[in-house]
């Protein structure tokens, strides 16, 4: 009859998934004649647990090339913009202790889908997309099965010096030089 024993240790107790797009409305100090190009960069993001979900904050700074005065210029905006991704968990360990450890990966880095001049010739909308994949981590509790016989006797790891001397070590190549 085998004893069991409990074990405490860490291990994703929580996932949760999310995809978001969203619209962003920047105003060039020029009216736009049309968008030459549009990039997201300098992402960065923090996690944190509230409840049940984990709430992802983060920055990114959208850069849009555009040309303006009838195409004659051109000039590029930057904005930062602000942004907070609740994402619901999906416990597998509803009784886990200390489940405050959040490790939040980005699936897919925030970039621009489309910008577009707004109806009104003005402003710039650029459609960006992102998403995360956020996993918790808690203590929680395992069952092993303890075997009842000593197994030191079972395992075999002496080996004396008659052994290694039989050793071939004609397969080790020599660098050259040495």
Known sequence: MAEFREIITKSVVAKGRKFTQTHHTICPPHHPSSILGCWIINHEYKAKKVAKRV???????????????????????????????????????????????????????PNCCEAVISKNGHKIIVQA??????????????????HPH?????????????????????????EEGR
Do not use: M
């Not at 905006?77 to 509803?94: A, F, H, S």
């Open 129 to 146: 997309e992102r998403e995360f994949l956020v996993e918790v981590v808690g203590e929680t509790k395992i069952c092993v099965a303890v």
């Open 55 to 109: 709430e992802v904050y983060g920055t990114y700074e959208i850069n849009v090339w555009y040309s303006h005065h009838d195409n004659t210029k051109t000039s590029v905006v930057t904005e930062k913009v602000e942004y907070k991704d609740v994402i619901k968990l999906k416990y597998r360990d509803e009784q886990c202790f200390e489940d405050n450890e959040v490790i939040a990966r980005v699936q897919q880095q």
């Open 150 to 174: 000593d197994c030191e006797d079972d395992w075999d790891c002496d080996f004396d010096d008659e052994e290694y001397e039989k050793l071939d070590t004609d397969f080790i190549e020599q």
